[in-house]
């Protein structure tokens, strides 16, 4: 037990400046605060030698450092592999039908949702949603005769049977 109390002791005496240092560093506090976890993680799963150390909180800031570095790095890497990329294309904005049916289908069940998504956007049969989703082929045709009558309810339209 001592050993868990020595790293609550070592933590309380040692967080706060650690914090602020890695916020100094990065900036940002909760990529700070998560630089700062790392490191207490690392040195609590090296607690037994870490605590015979004279200067226990110096590894802490080495460890802080690196990761900070580490975290500059990824980025600059990511930076330049997007600017080789090029731009993304910006998305259209949603149609109205787009959006009128989303929320139709979200007031289905999930099971009806997903066999209509299955059967409709992916072209699957109803065995092979029965095969993806280990039902019975009775019980997708179903969901999928159900799904649709409650789709027509809502969109107040008749929505074409498909087998």
Do not use: C
């Not at 149609?95 to 699957?124: F, K, S, T, W």
């Not at 949603?129 to 969901?143: F, R």
């Amino acid at each position: 037990m001592r050993h868990v109390e020595s790293f609550d002791e070592f933590y309380q005496a040692t967080s706060r400046r650690l914090l602020q240092y890695g916020y100094a560093l990065t900036g940002d506090l909760s990529v700070a605060q998560d630089l700062v976890q790392e490191a207490y993680l690392r040195a609590w799963q090296r607690w037994s030698r870490l605590q015979e150390y004279e200067a226990a909180d110096a590894w802490l800031r080495v460890v802080v450092s690196r990761l900070a570095t580490d975290r500059w790095r990824r980025l600059r890497s990511l930076r330049n592999a997007l600017a080789r990329s090029g731009r993304a294309e910006v998305a259209p904005p949603p149609r109205d039908d787009g959006v009128v049916l989303v929320h139709a289908l979200r007031r289905l069940p999930e099971h009806q949702r997903q066999a209509i998504a299955l059967h409709y956007l992916y072209d699957m049969s109803v065995e092979q949603i029965a095969a993806e989703t280990g039902s019975p082929t009775g019980t997708v045709k179903s969901w999928l005769s159900r799904g649709r009558a409650a789709l027509a309810a809502v969109l107040g339209e008749r929505v074409p049977e498909v087998n």
